[in-house]
């Protein structure tokens, strides 16, 4: 199990990663908690991956859990988003088909967790690498907006804008004061959302 697969705790944030086989869920989650990139599909059923980071001055865990692209288990679907506190939807911005496949999953989080202003959620439309695009930046950008949720576009295989991702989903949380920041992101170097999240009180620092 990659970092091991955790308990759940007070101290956990639990975010949840959904999206069709073959978006790169893994390769985004993977990328962000352990620096690394495989090439190659490999099917998931679930695994659940951690970094420790503080919130409110004191040490929690941000839990990410990557859930299988397959529709065949909505009860596991269902079980993860009840367990969520954020949420990221993935498509490939060169497969069209597996943006459309987050609106129904993006109906049940709303619906379990009680309307769109109760819990952070980021579309990300994975493999701008890629050349044979389907789906332009603007109509995430519309999806996003009808959603009300954040929105990027990202490349695990580059890394561009990895960081990012979860940097915007937790300055969305309006529970806490949460943000990321890692000892790279100092100065000009900075990304958007770490340069954002430096206005707020209580940061969050991975350990």
Known sequence: MPNGVVGQDANDYRVV????????????????????????????I???????????KSVCTL???DTTGSHQFPAMQ?????KGHAFVLIYAVNNKQSLSDLKP?????????????MV?????????????????????H?????????????SAKTKYNVQDVFEQLLLLEKRREMSLAT???????????ARRADGIKNKCSLM
Do not use: H, M
């Not at 269902?78 to 009840?82: A, M, V």
């Open 17 to 44: 990663v959904f999206g069709s086989a073959g978006v790169g869920k893994s390769s985004i989650v993977q990328q962000f908690v352990e620096g690394t990139y495989r090439e190659g599909y490999v099917p998931t």
């Open 46 to 56: 679930e695994d659940t991956y951690r970094k420790v980071i503080s919130s409110n």
């Open 63 to 65: 839990q990410v859990t």
């Open 78 to 82: 269902k079980l993860s988003i009840q």
């Open 105 to 117: 999953i993006y109906d049940e989080i709303v619906d379990l967790k009680g309307g769109k202003a």
């Open 120 to 140: 952070p959620v980021v579309l990300v439309g994975n493999k701008v690498d890629c050349p044979d695009r389907e789906v332009l930046e603007a109509e995430g």
């Open 142 to 154: 519309r999806i996003a907006g009808q959603w009300d949720c954040g929105y990027l576009e990202a």
């Open 183 to 193: 000892s790279s992101a100092k100065g000009k170097g900075k990304s958007k959302a």
